[in-house]
Structure formats: structure tokens, C-alpha cells
């Protein structure tokens, strides 16, 4: 079983690599194949049942890109969503707050030695800094590079 605050790290690194986008651009989307092959979506969901609050709290994967850069090299962006939201249903339906917060991450994806820089992390909407807290106090994680599994196969969905 996947402990979501043991995955935290990794799961930001991951996030990095195969996924985030804060910006449209003409990467190639891979956001299902990365939910399908991964555990991600998973480890996101689950760090929000740990730290979210609400009775109706998620977290996902909202989109994934990769594109080749100028350096022979890929650009990933992804973007993860962690919904904080309570619901009240007596006496009537009524939703007391919905918030998300949501994690921007870029790096840059070696496809040769499957090596993730990370790059750029932005937290929005995050209610007096809670969870950018809760990031950096896993450790500097801009300029970190992570070994990314089998990251051929993402490679291979953007040429």
C-alpha cells in the first residue's frame, strides 16, 4: 500500500515529468496514458486524503504534456488539482466551501538516461501557504534530478 506522505517527493517529481501545464501549448497531452500507466493519480489522491480537507476532498491529475525542446531534450508540464470541499446534506444540500489548490510543475525529461530535472514548481490558491509549507518541507526540490521508470514510453508520444 502506497503511503501518501511517504510519496510526496516522488509524487511531485512524477508529476513533473509526465504531467502540469499551466499554459497551453502544442505539447503532445498525455495525461490518460500517464493515469493508466502510472500510480500517480494514485498518489495524488491519496496525499489529499491525508492533507485535504472536507467529506468530498480529492486529488488528480488534471493534464500532462511533453514536447521535444531546442536541446534534444523534452519539456513536461503537468498540473494536479487537490479539492478541498465539504458538503453538508442535512437538512438540505448545502456546500459549505469548495477550494482547490493547484501544483504547476515543469522540468526537463533526458529521454537517454530517463532523468527528470525539475524545474519550476508554482502552488496557486493555496489558502495562507499550507501546502507550498508542506512542499518545501520535504527539501529542495528545484533542481533535483529523479529517475523516471520506463520513460521511453512517454518520449515516444510526442514525436
Known amino acids: ?15 513533473t515529468i509526465y504531467y502540469f501545464s499551466t499554459v497551453v501549448s502544442i505539447g503532445t497531452e498525455i495525461t490518460d ?8 493519480d494514485e498518489v495524488v489522491g491519496q496525499f489529499c486524503q491525508e492533507y485535504c480537507l472536507g467529506n468530498e ?6 493534464n500532462v504534456k511533453i514536447e521535444p525542446n531546442n536541446e534534444g531534450k523534452y519539456h513536461v508540464s503537468g498540473k494536479a488539482v487537490l479539492q478541498n470541499r465539504q458538503v453538508l446534506s442535512e437538512p438540505y444540500n448545502f456546500v459549505l466551501y469548495d477550494h482547490d489548490v493547484i501544483f504547476n510543475v515543469e522540468g526537463t525529461l533526458n529521454h ?5 530535472r525539475i524545474e519550476k514548481v508554482l502552488v496557486e490558491n ?3 501557504g499550507i501546502f507550498a509549507s508542506l ?3 520535504q527539501g529542495d526540490i528545484i533542481g533535483r ?14 514525436k
Open 1 to 15: 500500500m502506497i503511503r501518501a506522505s511517504d510519496k510526496l517527493l516522488i509524487s511531485i517529481y512524477l508529476l
Open 33 to 40: 496514458q500517464v493515469i493508466v500507466q502510472t500510480e500517480l
Open 57 to 62: 476532498r480529492r486529488g488528480y491529475i488534471k
Open 112 to 116: 537517454e538516461t530517463c532523468k527528470l
Open 126 to 128: 493555496d489558502f495562507q
Open 135 to 137: 512542499l518545501k518541507s
Open 145 to 158: 534530478e529523479e529517475d523516471v521508470p520506463n520513460c521511453k514510453r512517454f518520449v515516444g508520444a510526442s
